[in-house]
């Protein structure tokens, strides 16, 4: 079972260009989030989505958008990269909002120069 | 506002055993997490508490007090491969999880 994947693994981006950066997950889950990671900072939830056709602003919103046109796909998009962007992108799921377990991706390396 | 606590880094012997701490403080309370991450990796869930006292699940147990906002995750017979990050993290009264920022735990023979 894959689980989750993310792509891509890492990334280099000039400011002002926009990414996509994309997640897909074979469980079925009805759940999907998107954290960012920053040294000496907890994971910080940017979006997320309850279910296909649904998606709700985390902590962290400003800069970035999703879309859940399927249960599967997840892809988070940044408009207009800035340097603040730089961090690391997870890309989790579980079977529903409440539900014990999130899984996550391995993540996308993201530098904005 | 919301605050999770834990300790940034613990060191520890191979064959020890160790307890790292969480304390939070959160608008409503719907269960805790931790999750161990290795460097460069992604996090994996070790374990959840949503009700006081203590998870024993292998060489791993957690243990949960909600009147004194407090947990702790206790490794036993500690391994090399234990070297990582521990995660606490707080469902909260919206069911949203609350991260804190890590313990990076050391292991040295």
């Known amino acids: 079972t894959a689980g989750i994947t993310q792509a891509p693994t890492s990334q280099i981006l000039a400011a002002g260009r926009s990414m996509t950066l994309r997640c897909t997950q074979d469980?079925?889950?009805?759940?999907m989030y998107w954290y960012r990671q920053d040294l000496g900072l907890g994971l910080r939830l940017i979006h997320y989505?309850?279910?296909?056709?649904?998606?709700g602003k985390g902590e962290v919103p400003d800069g970035y958008s999703v879309s859940r046109a399927n249960t599967d796909d997840f892809p988070l998009t940044l408009a207009s990269a800035v340097p603040s962007q730089t961090s690391v992108y997870f890309c989790?799921?579980?079977?529903?909002?409440?539900?014990?377990?999130?899984?996550f991706g391995p993540g996308t390396r993201l530098t904005v120069l | 506002g919301q605050n999770i606590d834990q300790p940034t880094e613990m060191t520890a012997t191979e064959g020890a055993i160790v307890q790292i701490n969480c304390t939070y403080q959160?608008?409503?309370?719907?269960?805790l997490f931790w999750y161990q991450q290795h460097a460069g990796e992604a996090p994996t869930f070790l374990s959840y508490?949503?009700l006081d006292g203590l998870e024993e699940k292998g060489r791993f147990s957690s243990f949960l007090s909600r009147s004194k906002g407090y947990s702790y995750l206790l490794l036993k017979e500690l391994q090399m491969k234990d070297s990582a990050s521990y995660l606490c993290?707080?469902?909260?009264?919206?069911?949203?999880?609350?991260w804190g920022a890590g313990t990076k735990l050391i292991i040295k023979p």
């Open positions: 508490n949503v």
């Open positions: 993290a707080v469902r909260d009264g919206d069911y949203q999880l609350i």
């Open positions: 469980m079925r889950h009805n759940a």
């Open positions: 959160t608008s409503g309370f719907n269960g």
């Open positions: 989505s309850n279910t296909a056709g649904t998606t």
């Open positions: 989790a799921s579980s079977e529903n909002i409440d539900t014990d377990t999130q899984y």
